[in-house]
C-alpha cells in the first residue's frame, strides 16, 4: 500500500470553526490531491499540489485553501466550515512520471 | 451529459460467473485511463490502467475504444471478494486530473 495516512480520521466540527486536515506522505511524490466524496457525485477534485508551495485549483475549490510547505504535508483548510462541506475527503499522490494517483484512507468531516 | 457515464447498478451475480462493466467518457482530450475499485466507506484502490491495445491482469480484461470514448471492464470467475463499486476514470492533462463517476456496484453472492 502507498504510504499515504491522513489526520484525523474523523472529526465533527461546528459550523463556522476552521478545520485544518492532514495529508502525509511518505513516498516523496512530487503531486498531492485532495477531493472530496458526497452521496451521487464521484470524487471531486478541490485542490491539487505539483511541488512545494506550488497549488492549483480544481473544480469545487470554493471554500477551502491549501498550503504545501514541505514535500511530505500537504494541509486542507476550511477557513469557516459550513454544512455543505460535511462530506469524505481524500487525499491522493502520484509520481511525476507516471498518471496513477493513489489515495489515503480518508477523513469523514461532519459539519454540524 | 456526464463527464463519465457507467450504469450504476447493482449487478448481482453468482460467484464463477463472468461480468462487464461499460463506461463512457466525454472529454476526448482524456489521456489515460483506469479501473478502481471501491469498498463501502474505504478509499478507492486502482484495479488497472488501461492501455490503448487493451491489457489483461489475471481474471480482469480492460478494453479502450478512443474513437467511442468506450472503456469496458470484464471480470471472469468473480469471487465473492470482487464485491464492490467499480469506477471508471479517465485523466486529463499534465497534471492528471480524475474525473470520476459514481462507479457500477457489484455484488457477488454464493
Known amino acids: 500500500d502507498a504510504g499515504i495516512t491522513q489526520s484525523p480520521r474523523h472529526k465533527v466540527t461546528e459550523t463556522g470553526t476552521p478545520v485544518t486536515l492532514r495529508c502525509h506522505q511518505t513516498?516523496?511524490?512530487?503531486?498531492m490531491y485532495w477531493y472530496r466524496q458526497d452521496p451521487g457525485h464521484g470524487l471531486r477534485l478541490i485542490h491539487y499540489?505539483?511541488?512545494?508551495?506550488?497549488?492549483d485549483k480544481g473544480e469545487v475549490s470554493d471554500g477551502y485553501s491549501v498550503s504545501r510547505s514541505k514535500t511530505e504535508d500537504f494541509l486542507l483548510t476550511l477557513e469557516s466550515a459550513t454544512s455543505s462541506q460535511t462530506s469524505v475527503y481524500f487525499c491522493?499522490?502520484?509520481?511525476?512520471?507516471?498518471?496513477?494517483?493513489?489515495f489515503g484512507p480518508g477523513t469523514r468531516l461532519t459539519v454540524t | 451529459r456526464k463527464e463519465v457515464e457507467q450504469d450504476p447498478g447493482p449487478f448481482n451475480v453468482p460467484e464463477g460467473a463472468t461480468v462487464a462493466f461499460n463506461c463512457t467518457y466525454s472529454?476526448?482530450?482524456?489521456?489515460?485511463f483506469f479501473w478502481y475499485r471501491q469498498d463501502c466507506r474505504k478509499e478507492p484502490k486502482l484495479l488497472m490502467s488501461?492501455?490503448?491495445s487493451g491489457n489483461e491482469d489475471g481474471r480482469f480484461t480492460a478494453q479502450l475504444n478512443r474513437a467511442s470514448q468506450y472503456i469496458s471492464l470484464l471480470i471472469r470467475d468473480s469471487k465473492l471478494s470482487d464485491s464492490a463499486t467499480y469506477l471508471c476514470?479517465?485523466?486529463?492533462?499534465?497534471?492528471?486530473?480524475?474525473?470520476f463517476g459514481t462507479g457500477t456496484r457489484l455484488q457477488v453472492t454464493l
Open positions: 472529454n476526448s482530450a482524456s489521456q489515460s
Open positions: 476514470v479517465p485523466s486529463t492533462g499534465t497534471a492528471s486530473k480524475l474525473t
Open positions: 499540489s505539483y511541488g512545494v508551495k506550488d497549488t
Open positions: 491522493a499522490i502520484r509520481q511525476v512520471d507516471a498518471y496513477e494517483q493513489y
Open positions: 488501461v492501455y490503448s
Open positions: 513516498e516523496n511524490h512530487r503531486y
